[in-house]
T-cell receptor, first 113, second 117 residues
Framework: RKEVEQDPGPFNVPEGATVAFNCTYSNSASQSFFWYRQDCRKEPKLLMSVYSSGNEDGRFTAQLNRASQYISLLIRDSKLSDSATYLCVVNRFGSSNTGKLIFGQGTTLQVKP | DAGVTQSPTHLIKTRGQQVTLRCSPKSGHDTVSWYQQALGQGPQFIFQYYEEEERQRGNFPDRFSGHQFPNYSSELNVNALLLGDSALYLC????????????????FGEGSRLTVL
């Protein structure tokens, strides 16, 4: 079983739709959580961190449920430019108290006109 | 402010050969991590360098080795290449603040795409 699991999709949605991605992680020792975005044939870039209280950045809302070991990302009013792969990421601190990021497979979103 | 730069961008090797990939971190960053991303998969952690030492390592064989120089730049070496080593190799830099980089943000380079024939 992968440490971070995501539905690879693709999710095909029309412009203006609301879409939600889910992610589960298996290691309860995971300390911090993120969503990264990766455009086709480009490098991953941080989209947003995920906090236990939930957090919002414009059209994007991230939620964390530590009890269920579940992370979500909600995108409202989808734009064509939101088409990308969204990577769920957890950080598990190593013995020297530095984390290595564990990436999920990624969920592909295609927003259609 | 230059971001993370990697070279070469693309390369083709044959099985059994050796390859060296290079990375210059973002200005001000002292920690370099290397990731392997196979097609259709998320990046997989190879190792991390800080103060010229390998600080953490993922589940990769000893054929994968690295180095960090005093100017924080880094190299990834892969010996005895296998077909399965074909992937995008990503270098990421961060600043070791509180042991996790700045708010956990890694800055990635555009990667070196390795094809092994």
């Amino acid at each position: 079983r992968k440490e971070v699991e995501q539905d690879p999709g693709p999710f095909n949605v029309p412009e203006g739709a609301t879409v939600a991605f889910n992610c589960t992680y298996s290691n309860s020792a995971s300390q911090s959580f993120f969503w990264y975005r990766q455009d086709c044939r480009k490098e991953p870039k941080l989209l947003m961190s995920v906090y236990s209280s939930g957090n919002e950045d414009g059209r994007f809302t991230a939620q964390l449920n530590r009890a269920s070991q579940y992370i979500s990302l909600l995108i409202r009013d989808s734009k064509l430019s939101d088409s990308a792969t969204y990577l769920c990421v957890v950080n598990r601190f190593g013995s020297s108290n530095t984390g290595k990021l564990i990436f999920g497979q990624g969920t592909t979103l295609q927003v259609k006109p | 402010d230059a971001g993370v730069t990697q070279s070469p961008t693309h390369l083709i090797k044959t099985r059994g050969q050796q390859v060296t990939l290079r990375c210059s971190p973002k200005s001000g960053h002292d920690t370099v991590s290397w990731y392997q991303q196979a097609l259709g998969q998320g990046p997989q952690f190879i190792f991390q360098y800080y103060e010229e030492e390998e600080r953490q390592r993922g589940n990769f064989p000893d054929r994968f080795s690295g180095h960090q120089f005093p100017n924080y730049s880094s190299e990834l070496n892969v010996n005895a290449l296998l077909l399965g080593d074909s992937a995008l190799y990503l270098c990421a830099s961060s600043l070791d603040v509180a042991g996790v980089g700045q708010a956990g943000e890694l800055f990635f380079g555009e990667g070196s795409r390795l094809t092994v024939l």
